[in-house]
């Protein structure tokens, strides 16, 4: 089933197919469009829940289930909180004041570079099939459809498996992100030491006195 | 051997672990777990001695990691390159030089480091974990034969890098240069990551070798989407190697980082980013190199002239030193545009030499700026050779040998990339090369006049407080010490100054005092760079052994 879908995707679309992803693009565009430009930053974080979840509804369409539960979980879940969380402690209430330009020119710049950016787009749409063809794009997968059509434990296992066999130096490389990760924010969040020494200080010497 | 690659693994329902040959990671193994360790136990120490143990330990990790490196290279020698690790990274000569040029590097930034932690009352020892750990991932980047490894390489270099622009609190330009570094860096991660992702779309693998083996069996008749791929990864390193137009960041965050950092930086993450684009252009999409290499032409031309050129606008010498790293950059990619043996080996010697010139000039730079580490504009270095005859020296040597002065790793090193430039078929770009090069000449003797010319700071400056161009030629006739104002005329048309000299505090120390950590590092920068430029064979032939496996 798995494999007729995919074959499917890279041939001829259904129309199922091509509705929900419709739908879900619209979504997608809808709460991108939302993040940048609602005035109130708990808005903007809504949208990119929005966005986000359409994103999770293409990923099943994809039949990635797992990576649409993560993407619900990791993302809309837990970072979308964090962003709030981070939103109130700084205040909601206290708006940036977007009109004063701090560089000269740059709107009209960016739209006459956008202008040229989507007619670029456009016309190489219009004078190239961006797919590089079934076979090609089928080819490298279908071992691993075969693989999981083969044994009942479905994707997750398959990524649990990539990651120990193929993807293993890469998975044990992460380690260092993390590293990096506790270090860092232990070294951005502390205050400088000298004050903190001498407030300690005079409040040992007061306690002595 | 491609043949045993492409059969993808077929599941038989157990899980087969890859074999893992441990001496082909184990540098970056010892970089992360040093790290670790280094961090437990600086925590164990009273406080003041922190940094003393950071420094020590960091210097012993990174020297065990040059041993190491060293027998990976007997290895290579013996038994070949080969892939290891499921085929994810490769330890052939051209990985196992990268890891020797960034284990030597870390050292020398450590020796720096202890001296200016110390002279900063910084707090120390999380500075040599974090750069350990980004030194892991350039390490990373120089053996990964996987678009996933480059990419994870590339965020550990980079995250710890960010952390590192910031690392002393009291320096509000330290912050801003961190903030502007992460988001610029940010973005283009996530424009390498599109790249990745199109590149896997159009070869369906992200493993450098099955890609060229891809593109070797297969024509792609509609490439639309394998270019884009190609284009964006290609921005992706194009920012970590600070070519232009991807150099926006450079001046800001080098003059905003704690010098030290700076030199680490410039050194370490061009070293990795430019292995890593070797690797990629050349061993994965070699065959596709009529389509990448105007790019590099284009991006080479551009770092070389405007490099060159904003260098010579510059009265900060960090910010020179930035513009002169791009316009390094521009000569590096000279080496890859030529898209053959002979051009990755003048890169990597490039790559050599630079990361001790580069180095040793920041190591001096740190000196030179003083407690506060804001003090770096160019007056500062007038009349330094009457002050700190050694100092004045070493600066210069790496300022000619960054020049391209004979008897210096410089002149060989821009040689070999112009060569092979021309041997690459693009006359073009090594007329460009060096005529730039000339025009960097200007600003490196720039800074080495000033400091043999021009006369002692406290005395020059003592007499001009307006500053403008009319009362130092009045001076010159009317003072006494005519020769003495003249030579302050010379520095001033030298400065090309109009405003005002900066005012001279009475109670700073004439007289620098260099730590002794330090002095050593810009001992063993300058001798390396005086050394290999008199005796170049040896280094030579060793970037020329230095080979990519697969190449073509």
Known sequence: ?209 | MIASLLATPVNTGKLVVPHIRYLSILPPMIMIGGAVLLLALASLVSRPLRVRVGTWGTVLISGTALGISLWQWTDVGDHGAHTYVAHAVVMDGFSVLITMLISAAMLVTALVADGYLNREGVEGSEFYVLALVSASGAMLMGMANDLIIVFLGLEILSIALYVLTAYNHRRGASGEAALKYFLLGGFSSAIFVYGIALTYGATGSTNLTQIADFLAKNVLLTDGLLLAGVSLLLVGFGFKVAAVPFHMWTPDVYQGAPSPVTGFMAAVAKAGAFAALLRVLLSSFGVISSDWRPIIFGMAVLSLVLGSVLALRQRDVKRMLAYSSINHAGFILLGVESARASGVSASLYYLFAYTFMTIGSFAIVTVLGREGDGDHDLTRYRGLARRQPVLALAFAVLLLAQAGAPFTTGLWAKLQVVFAAISGGSVPLAVIAMVTAVIAGYFYLRVAVLMYAGGDDARADAPQPAGSPEPHAMISFASPEGAHANVTTINDELLMTGEAPAPFGEDLPSVLPVPALTGVAIGLCVGVTVVFGVWPSPLVDFAHQASLLFLG
């Open chain 1, 1 to 209: 089933m798995l494999h007729t879908t995919l074959l499917l995707a890279s041939t001829r679309p259904a129309l199922p197919d091509i509705l929900v992803f419709a739908a879900s693009a619209a979504v997608i565009l809808v709460g991108a469009v939302g993040v940048v430009t609602s005035r109130n930053p708990v808005h903007a974080a809504l949208s990119l829940v929005m966005t986000l979840f359409g994103v999770a509804v293409l990923f099943i369409e994809q039949e990635a289930d797992f990576l649409a539960a993560v993407q619900i979980i990791v993302y809309a879940g837990a970072i979308v909180v964090l962003f709030l969380f981070v939103i109130m402690f700084l205040g909601v209430d206290r708006s940036e004041d977007v009109e004063v330009e701090p560089l000269g020119g740059q709107r009209p710049l960016a739209y006459i570079l956008l202008g040229i950016t989507l007619a670029g787009i456009l016309a190489m749409a219009a004078t190239s099939h961006w797919v590089t063809g079934a076979h090609q794009v089928v080819g490298p997968i279908q071992g691993h459809i075969t693989a999981s059509s083969s044994s009942p434990s479905g994707e997750v296992a398959q990524l649990g498996k990539q990651l120990f066999t193929t993807y293993l130096f890469a998975f044990e490389a992460t380690a260092a992100l993390l590293v990096i990760a506790v270090v860092g924010a232990v070294v951005l969040a502390r205050r400088p030491p000298v004050p903190q020494d001498s407030e300690s200080e005079r409040a040992e010497g007061k306690l002595s006195s």
